[in-house]
């Protein structure tokens, strides 16, 4: 099971190093309107992950990145900010 935590346009949050960005390159973000941010659940009995998704002006996803863990929650949520 997997939850949206949160969406932004920021692209320093699409390419800023973790906790407080996704590490996407320029060349993606420049392409990017959105990052959506999504993470499994805690009471999943799997590895946890987070994951980042870029979608262009058309609305399609053209790029994902997924990580173990949820380091990230803390860094995008105050992007959000």
């Known amino acids: 099971m997997s939850r949206k935590v949160s969406e932004t346009t920021d692209t320093s949050a699409m390419t800023g190093p973790a906790p407080e960005g996704a590490g996407f390159s320029q060349k993606w ?9 999504w993470e499994s659940s805690f ?34 949520m105050r992007a959000q900010s």
């Open 29 to 37: 973000a420049a392409k990017a309107v959105r990052m959506e941010h």
């Open 43 to 76: 009471d999943d009995h799997s590895d946890d992950w987070s994951e980042f998704r870029l979608f262009d002006t058309a609305g399609n996803l053209f790029s994902v990145k997924r990580v173990q863990a949820h380091k990230y929650r803390s860094g995008l």
